[in-house]
């Protein structure tokens, strides 16, 4: 069973959280993470796509060709991809929780063989599920099927695998027709509600929860990461957008737990984990990433809490 009750989406605010960003291969650096502060409830990966060339960073309001460079994406082709990947996964694995998950953000170049290799690594059987991203970027190729979604793999170490399904993040308004035609009770606190009865139990839905999401995202755009005309965006290249990262850790993981993002890159995972009161480690092997990921958490505890 879980270890920590889940809490409320009502809760009370939450608890101080913590993050460290430590530099270096995470292949060396995963156990040493683990031996110090135990194992992590959550792993969130997102590697390189495989998508060839080298990624550079925005720097002010310049183009990211002529900012300097953050990463390189050239691995020699797929089969060197996931040589690299392989014992990384393994050392993420074993660094988990039993009740711990992982989420493996890949796109179309490397997705498929990436899960052939995680069902391998992690046993087909820890295999949870898949969430489509749609960063809302809009199409591009002018022959065949645009690919204008990410996919997120989701792995467990067992079937307890924390998942808050009544946390807020996981949840989204019901349709006004659905809530025009269905939610016609009213309880004595004034919540609207309605009742379904399912192999002879009944179950209460009340509309200001809303209905769960589901493995389809589209409320998360990459926009809001991506130009230099907002403030969340640092510059770095493929930086994931806040609300996808808070959505991650609030659903997967309860208040004090411990997330890792072993390619962290400008640390959204670490600034989420951090605002939602867990405590995080961020690991990887760009100075320039490390320095991102450091102020954006700098600028964070500044801020103090909301």
Not at 33 to 62: C, H, I, S, W
Not at 281 to 286: A, L, R
Request: aromatic letters at 6%.
């Amino acid at each position: 069973m879980p270890r920590r009750a889940e809490r409320s989406a009502d809760s009370a605010a939450p608890r101080a959280g913590s993050a460290v960003v430590l530099q270096g291969d995470c292949l060396k650096k995963i156990a040493a993470a683990n031996a110090r502060g135990g194992p992590f409830d959550l792993v969130y990966l997102d590697p390189p796509f495989n998508a060839g060339g080298t990624r550079g960073a925005r720097e002010g309001r310049g183009s990211r060709a002529e900012g300097r460079a953050a990463y390189s994406d050239a691995w020699g082709g797929l089969d060197a991809f996931l040589s690299v990947l392989e014992p990384r996964l393994a050392a993420m694995r074993d660094a988990m929780a039993e009740d711990a998950s992982l989420f493996l953000h890949l796109d179309f170049r490397a997705v498929h063989d990436a899960k052939v290799l995680a069902d391998r690594v992690f046993g087909r059987s820890a295999f949870r599920g898949e969430i489509v991203w749609v960063p809302g970027n809009g199409a591009r190729r002018m022959a065949g099927p645009s690919m204008t979604h990410q996919t997120i793999l989701v792995y467990a170490k067992s079937r307890d695998m924390v998942w808050n399904t009544k946390d807020r993040a996981l949840r989204e308004s019901y349709a006004e027709t659905s809530l025009s035609m269905h939610f016609r009770h009213v309880d004595p606190g004034g919540r609207r509600y309605r009742e379904r009865t399912i192999g002879g139990k009944t179950y209460r839905y009340y509309a200001d929860e809303g209905r769960r999401l589901g493995s389809v995202w589209t409320d998360c755009p990459a926009m809001t990461a991506n130009t230099p005309l907002t403030r969340e965006t640092t510059g770095y290249p493929t930086q994931k957008p806040l609300r996808l990262l808070d959505r991650i850790v609030r659903i997967a993981t309860h208040e004090g737990g411990r997330v890792l993002d072993p390619m962290c890159g400008s640390g959204t995972t670490l600034v989420a984990s951090l605002s939602a009161g867990r405590h995080a480690v961020g690991i990887d092997q760009s100075a320039l990433a490390c320095g991102v990921a450091r102020k954006r958490l700098a600028g964070l505890r500044a801020q103090g809490p909301a």
